[in-house]
């Protein structure tokens, strides 16, 4: 499977860097329609104003953290993105958090540091589950 398919990607991080980084490894992959939100709260206002092939997002950021995102986006039924593919980035790898994401209906998880290849990885499996 390639990632030919122009996709829409939001991506979430409330580090300018990390979306920075993020943005050009899916420039890297073939995926250049990319909306940045600083935040949950800031992504969900794109959400509303938008629709998206994707979601990237980090766990731990403030005022809403990425499963609170999560959460917020699979069970608010007015939300077009409600079954949108789901990704979360974070550097922690803790079993529990693992767990938690994949309760609240994540559909992948990727560890940070990451490259371009493992993101890639990671995005065609997601697509793959939801074909």
Do not use: C
């Amino acid at each position: 499977m390639s990632l030919e398919k122009k996709l829409k990607v939001l991506i979430v991080d409330d580090h300018r860097t990390m979306l920075r980084i993020i943005k050009n490894l899916l420039e890297q992959i073939g995926i250049t329609d990319v909306v940045e939100a600083l935040d949950g709260q800031e992504a969900l206002q794109k959400l509303v104003k938008d629709k998206y092939d994707l979601i990237l997002s980090d766990w731990n950021m403030m005022p809403m953290t990425g499963l609170e995102l999560l959460q917020y986006v699979r069970r608010d039924e007015s939300y077009q993105h409600r079954n949108v593919p789901f990704v979360m980035i974070t550097a922690e790898s803790k079993t529990e958090n693992v767990l938690e994401a994949k309760k609240a209906g994540v559909d992948n998880y990727i560890i940070k540091p990451f490259n371009a290849e493992t993101l890639e990885m990671k995005i065609k499996s997601v697509l793959q589950k939801r074909a």
